[in-house]
């Protein structure tokens, strides 16, 4: 069900900084329409951005794929601005519906004269999903995409993730799938072609299900890196995480469910030390516990991780309602998982609200101001 903005907001925007001169504030973004379940049912969904400013701030959003294009003036201090809906239909159509088999000219282009905080909202009557946007000048150029065991009480509820090409000039981008997308098999590399703007969708196969319990696969591992080609050096990508419909229920069953999309941090804001929090409402989270090199040395609290590595790439710390600190003598990252309303703990009354998936920032890339 559609949860409380301002909790949520508050939640993204403290996600923190990649780097010492690098935060989530910016005045280029780069984000896609992603797939929501209800866009092959009903449509009913719509896309919205937020903008967040201390100062007057003039914002363009456009997709220049297609000529969309709208101008926001003098939007005021101290505010949160949203946007009109996106496109979702006709010759402007932004939606991200399929499999994609070529390059699609649905980048969303954002461009502010003064420094935002940029989030995206996807949502309808019940199921809503938010995520922070990042600036174009804090991408990088390697990412792994980070999902879940996609069971969902909605058939059509496949996993996802998407990429686009943020530089001038062409893009090439090499990617291998942990799990078999719909065009894609598991673990075979292949190369896509890509020109600043241009987005590709990918999206994991459904496996079964019916009677209200639908399941698909787990594309969490799957590598996404910018290449050096013929045609040039290479470039910065955007890579966005997400599934259409999921419940993440700690028992396998399918209750309440949401889609999410989740910007992911590239593999250089990876760091080596996380604090992480319960959320407020839904207090009992789940995490994964992500490393690239499967001999990374894991804390928890302290003492050596003692859950298997799955799929040599991440560790998953069951549904807990307490305060963490995860360490790590190379490079990992960490997602946190709000799991399903009556689940995983989650008992007491007046528990409402979906699933959502938040990657966190290392302790290394923390700030001391926030806006929202």
């Not at 991780?305 to 963490?324: G, K, R, V």
Request: glycine share 10%.
């Amino acid at each position: 069900m559609r949860k409380l903005l301002g909790g949520l907001l508050i939640l993204l925007i403290s996600n923190g900084s990649f780097a010492q001169n690098f935060s989530n504030k910016g005045k280029d973004f780069w984000v896609a329409y992603g797939y929501h379940q209800v866009m092959t049912s009903n449509n009913a969904q719509n896309m919205v951005l937020y903008f967040a400013t201390d100062q007057v701030t003039t914002v363009t959003v456009s997709i220049p794929g297609t000529g969309y294009t709208i101008t926001y003036p003098n939007i005021p201090a101290n505010t949160v601005f949203t946007s009109n809906p996106l496109p979702k239909a006709g010759a402007q159509d932004a939606r991200l519906l399929n499999e994609s088999t070529a390059p699609e000219n649905k980048g969303i282009h954002i461009v502010a004269d003064r420094p935002i905080v940029a989030y995206a909202h996807i949502y309808n009557s019940s199921v809503s999903g938010a995520s922070i946007l990042f600036p174009t000048n804090t991408l990088g150029k390697e990412y792994y995409s980070i999902n879940y065991d996609n069971i969902s009480n909605s058939n059509g509820s496949n996993c996802w993730f998407y990429v686009i090409a943020c530089d001038p000039g062409t893009t090439t981008v090499e990617i291998i799938p942990s799990a078999a997308t719909i065009t894609h098999a598991a673990g075979v590399p292949f190369t896509i072609t890509l020109t600043q703007g241009q987005v590709y969708n990918f999206m994991g196969q459904l496996t079964g299900g019916g009677g209200g319990f639908f399941t698909g696969v787990d594309l969490t591992g799957t590598k996404i890196r910018s290449i050096a080609s013929a045609s040039g050096s290479c470039k910065r990508i955007a890579v966005y995480s997400g599934s259409g419909r999921i419940s993440l229920t700690c028992d396998g069953s399918a209750a309440s469910s949401d889609n999410y999309m989740v910007q992911a941090l590239p593999k250089s804001a990876w760091g080596k030390k996380f604090l992480t929090t319960p959320t407020g409402g839904l207090p009992y989270n789940v995490f994964r516990v992500c490393v690239s090199d499967p001999t990374a040395v894991v804390l928890l609290n302290g003492a050596p991780i003692t859950y298997p590595l799955e799929s040599s790439f991440f560790y998953e710390i069951p549904a807990t309602n307490q305060p963490l600190k995860i360490e790590s003598d190379k490079p990992i990252t960490v997602a946190q998982y709000i799991t399903s309303a009556q689940s995983c703990g989650n008992t007491g009354t007046g528990n409402l609200g979906d699933p959502e998936v938040i990657y966190l920032s290392p302790v290394e890339q923390n700030i001391s101001k926030v806006i929202w």
